[in-house]
């Protein structure tokens, strides 16, 4: 009996180390939080309104300067010292923060470029502090 309960025991705590291994988050209601890598990278990013202008499609930018005004449902205007773009940002994207021309924002996305026009879509928007 005893050889048994241990063995159950040895099953039950090697189950959970592999699922905890596999990718396994248990939920606690709590916020899990994420890192990564930050720092160089191989890719260029662009980081001025001209430049993206004149870049190829999908291209990588962190822009920095101000959204000047709304041209429509995800659609805004942004500035920076160089220019300004059409820039796509999604709902999600602002996090319940309030932006007004006034504030500096940090755009991460990449350049889309059509037939007629130039513009960038954001993946990432930060309140510069």
Known sequence: MNKMTLT???MAL???TMT?????????GEPQIQGGFQGPSARQVIHDVV??????????IELTGHII???GHDDYIFRDATGDIKVEIDDDLWRGNTVTPETQVI??????KDWSEVTIDADNIQIVQ
């Open 8 to 10: 159950v025991f040895a």
């Open 107 to 112: 755009i991460r996305g990449e350049v889309d």
């Open 69 to 71: 005004s709304s041209i």
């Open 51 to 60: 430049s993206a202008l004149n870049a190829s499609d999908d291209a990588q």
């Open 14 to 16: 090697s189950f959970t």
């Open 20 to 28: 905890s291994q596999a990718g396994f988050q248990p939920t606690t």
